[in-house]
């Protein structure tokens, strides 16, 4: 149970601490930087690590590869007994820096504007100042961690940030990502997986006039191809995986036989089980020759895999529930959504984990991004008790 002498301390840490979230969160959004835009990313990634050092967390700076930003954590309590708390988020955004102007953040009418103020610099802001407050009132049962990678949004394409995910979760209490909230107050319990395959005919190139009997035209084979891989998604519209041509490209000159065609293909799967039927039929398709002396390929490029709705994930979400139910808090129910997120690879590790428990806004990865001020100290508010329920969780 949540004291009341807890909720009061909490009450007023927030009136104490209200201008400097605001302020903190301002700093983050104005830094900007998304993956490519590494001396950005870094000046964030210093700035996490000053401030993780002025609440005294044993922090660390990991690289991940050359091109990526790196990871900064830290650890309130590195030496109680327990498993570890995890708080995890990224602080790449999807915009490039200085596409709206320098210094872009704002408020207006409660709400705050700028680039990743809601996917998800909120989300950050609010672990920080739960993790300041547990200092503060002397919260030592447990060690909490602050983990946030700065190249999620490119799924840490190049680097290593998903092998540090899997060792840093692998023998946790649990975790809470701190993507944004909707509007509509739901946790996240589950997300697609999205799958990137390329699908690669080879024909036989020929002079379309005197020889045109000796190609074999790619570009028709792979029609066939398209046909049958969308064919492959399901008719009812809850399905378990979606397949989906989006680009096609062959040929060189309109007077040759192609002797090559490709297509990019864009999978989504609930599960593991719902990737491999999808994958089998697929494979079907393309096994299948429609023009003689063709081959085909198909080849799996980029995995970012699904967040499955574990035993483990629905009993961290029930805690968190409860908790909110208990203090009168906004957390409305859990939902599963069509976006990829790094709660994927803490509940493949068998791990408990929440997803969205940041900041509640709208229009992430557009311009028109918004997160409501006072949804930052709710949520800091909710985790605090929570961190306080741990108990719970085991
Ligand atoms: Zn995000």
Wanted: aromatic content about 10%.
């Amino acid at each position: 149970m949540v004291s009341e002498y807890l909720l009061e301390k909490i009450e007023g840490y927030l009136q104490e601490n209200q201008t400097a979230m605001v302020d903190f969160l301002r700093d983050l959004v104005n830094l900007e930087g998304k993956h490519g835009e590494k001396a950005h990313l870094l000046k964030t990634a210093g700035f996490l690590r000053e401030k993780f050092e002025e609440i005294g967390l044993a922090t660390d700076v990991i690289e991940v590869g050359a091109e990526n930003a790196p990871i900064v954590t830290g650890v309130l309590n590195p030496d109680a007994p327990g498993k570890e708390i995890l708080f995890t988020g990224h602080y790449d955004t999807v915009f490039a820096a200085g596409s709206r102007g320098e210094k872009p953040f704002y408020i207006e009418d409660g709400k705050a504007y700028g680039p990743g103020v809601c996917d998800m610099k909120g989300g950050i802001t609010i672990a920080y100042f739960v993790v300041k407050a547990l200092g503060e009132f002397g919260f030592t049962d447990a060690p909490v961690r602050l983990f946030f990678v700065g190249d999620e949004e490119v799924n840490h394409q190049g680097g290593n940030a998903i092998a540090q995910f899997k060792a840093f979760t692998k023998d946790i209490l649990v975790a809470f990502n701190m993507e944004n909230r909707y509007e509509s107050g739901e946790l996240c319990v589950g997300r697609k997986g999205c799958y990137e395959f390329k699908c690669i005919v080879h024909g036989v190139a020929a002079h379309p006039g005197h020889a045109y009997d000796d190609g074999r035209n790619a570009i028709e084979e792979m029609s066939h191809k398209v046909i049958g891989l969308q064919a492959v998604t399901p008719k009812e519209t809850d399905r378990d995986y979606s397949v989906n041509v989006g680009t096609i490209t062959g040929g060189t000159v309109v007077n040759g036989v192609p002797d090559y065609c490709e297509a990019m293909i864009d999978v989504r799967v609930k599960s593991f089980a719902a990737l491999d039927a999808c994958q089998k039929k697929m494979e079907e398709v393309c096994a299948e020759t429609f023009i003689e002396g063709t081959t085909t390929e198909l080849i799996l490029s980029d995995p970012m895999i699904p967040f499955e709705s574990t035993e483990a994930v629905l009993h961290a979400y029930g805690v968190v529930k409860a908790v909110s139910d208990q203090i009168g808090g906004t957390v409305t129910g859990s939902i599963s959504v069509g976006g990829s997120s790094d709660a994927a690879y803490i509940a493949a590790n068998g791990a408990k984990v929440v997803c969205q428990c940041g900041a509640t806004g709208a229009f992430t990865h557009n311009i028109r991004e918004y997160s409501h001020v006072d949804s930052l100290y709710e949520a800091v508010r909710l985790f605090v008790c929570t961190v306080y329920s741990y108990p719970l969780f085991r």
